[in-house]
């Protein structure tokens, strides 16, 4: 059996209500809709690792490094900002599963590119 997964939100109105799974799914607890944004934030995930691996500072003056990422990351966010004010989320009260660890594991990548150029 799948564990729940149970978000804490303050909503629009002012309640704190708890986000729990509202679909029939076998493959995840939770909230359907923080459990696609979880899908799309780790194949940003992956999608930067690729560009990381491929960036060169020599050739990047033809378009800004990691551009793919950042595009599919506001997209992301821009779905994630959507489908909290079509339910009335005002703010999460409980980090978002895998929020933070993603946005370390994505300035790391980063990180670990741009220190290839100073070598």
């Known amino acids: 059996m799948m564990s729940e997964l149970v978000v804490r939100a303050?909503?629009?109105d002012g309640k704190i209500v708890d986000l729990v799974k509202e679909c029939a799914c076998l493959t995840h607890g939770g909230?359907?809709?923080l459990h696609v944004n979880q899908?799309?934030?780790q194949a940003?995930?992956?999608?930067?690792e690729i560009e990381a691996r491929s960036y060169n500072p020599e050739k990047e003056w033809i378009?800004?490094?990691?551009?793919g990422y950042f595009v599919a990351e506001r997209a992301r966010l821009e779905e994630l900002a959507y489908q909290m004010h079509k339910r009335g989320v005002k703010r999460f009260l409980d980090p978002v599963p895998g929020e933070p660890q993603a946005t370390e594991q994505a300035l790391e990548?980063?990180?670990r590119a741009m220190e290839v150029e100073n070598d």
Request: proline share 9%.
């Open 109 to 111: 990548i980063i990180k």
């Open 39 to 41: 899908l799309r934030r």
């Open 10 to 12: 303050l909503m629009d």
């Open 44 to 48: 940003n995930i992956e999608l930067l």
């Open 31 to 33: 909230s359907h809709w």
């Open 63 to 67: 378009r800004p490094p990691f551009l």
